[in-house]
């Protein structure tokens, strides 16, 4: 729990340049982001209107019954605000961070990324985007809607510590293990948050 939180405020000093930014989506409603997604696209913005990288990637795929990806919803969001339509390439797979990189990484050669998620989020999403082949470091939002001590500040930080337990008995017993652990953990956070079930019936469907 302490190296994720010391990790985000590491990570508030603003990154050096790189060739890609790649936001992590996350919730969308009929094409319109979430709070949380709207956060991760404005400190997107606000890197892109720095100068901090030449192009964008916005991840994410959709979930059933939605008729948009997070992906589409992302690079609207980003070209409506100012971001050139050439320079924003959304990349629609994947239902976690794993399956968003391998989408990238598949069809794309994103040189050195900043990492644009949640500050709770930031360490896992740099370690993955590393596993994945990437040049990365996170930057994580600066004015996300979980702010401490609302109970979705806890929930996240929660959601995360599980999600580095998952990262860390991958590295020491391998992917089967992890697999198992992550399957235990996504069937423990569906029975607490009925709304994330979708989400993980899609993921056990890839």
């Known amino acids: ?20 930014l790649v936001v992590l989506g996350t919730a969308q409603y009929d094409g319109t982001p979430s709070r949380q997604f709207a956060a991760r696209l404005d400190h997107a913005l606000t ?5 901090a990288a030449r192009h964008v990637y916005t991840l994410g795929g959709k ?37 968003s990189y391998r989408g990238l990484v598949d069809k794309h050669e994103p040189g ?16 993955l985007a590393r596993q994945a082949g ?13 702010r401490w001590p609302a109970a979705a500040w806890w929930r996240t930080l929660v959601h995360e510590v599980g999600g580095m337990l998952v990262v860390d008995v991958s590295r020491v017993l391998g992917r089967y293990w992890a697999d198992r652990l992550e399957t235990l953990l ?3 956070e569906a029975g607490l948050r009925p709304s994330r079930r979708a989400r993980h019936d899609a993921l056990a469907g890839e």
């Open 134 to 146: 990437m040049e990365a470091v996170a930057s994580p939002t600066q004015t996300s809607p979980t």
């Open 186 to 188: 996504r069937g423990v």
């Open 112 to 127: 050195r990324v900043i990492v644009v998620t949640d500050p709770h989020h930031a360490l896992r999403a740099e370690i």
């Open 63 to 99: 979930l059933p019954g939605d008729r948009f990806t997070e992906a589409q919803v992302g690079r609207s969001y980003l070209v409506d605000r100012g971001v050139p339509a050439g320079a924003v390439t959304e990349v629609a797979q994947g239902n976690d961070t794993v399956g």
């Open 1 to 20: 729990m302490i190296r994720i939180l010391l990790h985000a405020y590491r990570r508030r000093r603003p990154p050096a340049p790189a060739d890609s």
């Open 47 to 51: 890197l892109w209107n720095a100068g």
